[in-house]
T-cell receptor, first 114, second 112 residues
Framework: DSGVTQTPKHLITATGQRVTLRCSPR?????VYWYQQSLDQGLQFLIQ???????AKGNILERFSAQQFPDLHSELNLSSLELGDSALYFC?????????????FGSGTRLTVV | SQKIEQNSEALNIQEGKTATLTCNYT??????LQWYRQDPGRGPVFLLL?????KEKRKERLKVTFDTTLKQSLFHITASQPADSATYLC???????????FGKGTSLLVTP
């Protein structure tokens, strides 16, 4: 157990639907990062939050949004889902805002859009 | 934009040998470079971090070098074991200075 909790582990949904992925960071970590991993693209950075505020954005689609709550857990919302959104979605946390500490990753949510 | 290149071909080596994986990057000068291990279907696990002013870092059987002139990092696993078989990812701090950008990884297979 890495200390980062992601739910659900698996999600199967239809095109056009909306889903919410949840992440609880490791105790004491203030930064939460969301990554998408597909076979051909590797790990793609989506978005980062630090202590409740958005700090960095990567290749996140407009159909996707995220937030970090006062208790530091984060949610990633994916809407108008397409077949190409099928992927592993990872959440990671770190103690600081930058890359000067290693990240702790969760076990991921496998999203399948049918 | 920043580009991170890792050998897409799998590396097969015999148990007990040293495995060396390469990470090259372009269009950026990172302050930090990190290496992760990822097993199939699982989240990456942090292994080592090296700063731009450090040439080399060691941790047990692992060694990382960082050459900012060549824009390259080498990751070594000495006395490799079958349990070291996994995909190894290189990551750099991004253009924004915050989140890590990852390479696609190199698969390592250590055979007995």
């Amino acid at each position: 157990d890495s200390g980062v909790t992601q739910t659900p582990k698996h999600l199967i949904t239809a095109t056009g639907q909306r889903v919410t992925l949840r992440c609880s960071p490791r105790s004491g970590d203030l930064s939460v990062y969301w990554y998408q991993q597909s076979l051909d693209q590797g790990l793609q950075f989506l978005i980062q939050y630090y202590n409740g505020e958005e700090r960095a954005k990567g290749n996140i689609l407009e159909r996707f949004s995220a937030q970090q709550f006062p208790d530091l857990h984060s949610e990633l919302n994916l809407s108008s889902l397409e077949l190409g959104d099928s992927a592993l979605y990872f959440c990671a946390s770190s103690v600081d805002v930058g890359a000067n500490y290693g990240y702790t990753f969760g076990s991921g949510t496998r999203l399948t859009v049918v | 934009s920043q580009k991170i290149e890792q050998n897409s071909e799998a590396l097969n080596i015999q148990e007990g040998k040293t495995a060396t994986l390469t990470c090259n990057y372009t269009n950026y000068s990172p302050a930090y470079l990190q290496w992760y291990r990822q097993d199939p279907g699982r989240g990456p696990v942090f292994l080592l971090l090296i700063r731009e002013n450090e040439k080399e870092k060691r941790k047990e059987r692992l060694k990382v070098t960082f050459d900012t002139t060549l824009k390259q990092s080498l990751f070594h696993i000495t006395a490799s074991q079958p349990a070291d078989s996994a995909t190894y990812l290189c990551a750099l701090d991004g253009d924004s200075g915050y989140a890590l950008n990852f390479g696609k990884g190199t698969s390592l297979l250590v055979t007995p």
